[in-house]
């Protein structure tokens, strides 16, 4: 699948995003490849948990066994991973314009081309 490529119905972004890595990895674009890494990995750290909410404590006061001490990620709805690529999209524009500004075209246009990879997508 590629980036322009009408995805089926109910096909989370999530799931078009690493279609679209995978088809952009064999096509070996770069400029791509990169973008959708990127969106990728800022779903993944919107998940996060906050390293606020662990808190240290005595040992024996800790939890035993494999995987005890794990904390639950995020869930992320349809909407937030939206919101998530749709950052990913302004942050890129936004730089496409500031490198526009100073005369950088090559940065420009692979900064605007890595946005309109993501934005098809949305």
Not at 4 to 25: F, H, Q
Not at 74 to 81: G, S, V
Not at 104 to 112: A, E, I, K, N, P
Request: proline content about 3%; aromatic content about 0%; glycine content about 6%.
């Amino acid at each position: 699948m590629t980036p322009g490529t009408p995805s089926p119905p109910g096909t989370a972004l999530r799931d078009r995003l690493r279609a679209a890595l995978k088809t952009a990895m064999k096509a070996r674009d770069r400029g791509a490849v990169s973008a959708l890494r990127s969106a990728l990995s800022a779903i993944d750290n919107a998940e996060a948990v906050d390293a606020g909410q662990s808190k240290a404590g005595a040992v024996e006061d800790s939890a035993v066994g494999l995987g005890a001490a794990e904390a639950r990620r995020r869930d992320l709805t349809e909407a937030d991973i939206v919101a998530v690529v749709r950052r990913e999209v302004d942050e890129r524009r936004t730089a496409a314009s500031e490198y526009d500004n100073l005369g950088h075209v090559q940065r420009r246009d692979q900064l605007t081309a890595e946005a309109n990879t993501l934005a098809a997508l949305l």
